[in-house]
């Protein structure tokens, strides 16, 4: 980690640069390689407040955090929490997308390889139907709201049938083999 402190209208001592470097240890374990530079600008802004100033560059990303206090290490501590949260959020999302990315290839590895899959059955369902009334089969695709069809035997004909919400949300049809 690279790091450069510069003070405006203060000194950067060597005990603020030593507790950077200690509380930059925080950001310093999100990253393996060396390649990560910090510029840190300490100032005054009047005589009440201090502004500590930090930049976090990195290969891909760059971070900042401004804090103004009365103390200039509660500036510092602010601005570390302030980029550690950064930094944790930016490695959520990338870690999201990584497992995102590799669940949609193995998908595709299950399919075969083939992404693009068309015009092929790629999905298999099967389960027991019994026969039931129209009105139960109705209340039976109800209870399952992601379900836009329900396959049950019409305990009245005997014969499969298939039944399914109209587009008006309010009224339901019925498929049923002539055979």
């Known amino acids: 980690m690279n790091i450069t402190i510069t003070g405006k209208d203060v000194k950067a ?3 603020i640069k030593e507790y950077v470097g200690k509380k930059l240890t925080r950001i310093g374990k999100y990253y393996e390689d060396s390649n990560v530079d910090v510029n840190v600008t300490i100032k005054k802004e009047n005589i009440q407040s201090e502004i500590a100033e930090m930049f976090v560059i990195t290969k891909g990303a760059s971070y900042k955090a401004v804090t103004e206090d009365k103390d ?3 500036a510092i501590d602010k601005d570390i929490d302030i980029l550690e949260g950064q930094i944790r959020k930016t490695k959520a999302k990338k870690e999201k997308m990584q497992k995102e990315s590799s669940i949609k290839q193995m998908n595709a590895e299950a399919f075969g390889g083939n992404v693009g899959v068309e015009d092929e059955v790629v999905k298999y369902l099967s389960y027991d139907i019994k026969p039931i009334s129209i009105e139960d ?3 039976k695709l ?3 709201k992601g ?3 329900y396959t049950f035997v019409n305990v009245d004909t005997g014969k499969v049938n298939v039944i399914f919400k109209l587009k008006d949300a ?3 049809g019925i498929v ?3 055979v």
Do not use: H, R
């Open 176 to 178: 049923e083999p002539e």
């Open 142 to 144: 109800d209870e399952k």
């Open 170 to 172: 309010k009224n339901y």
């Open 13 to 15: 001592t060597e005990a």
């Open 147 to 149: 379900n836009v069809f």
């Open 72 to 74: 200039l290490y509660a």
């Open 137 to 139: 089969a109705k209340i």
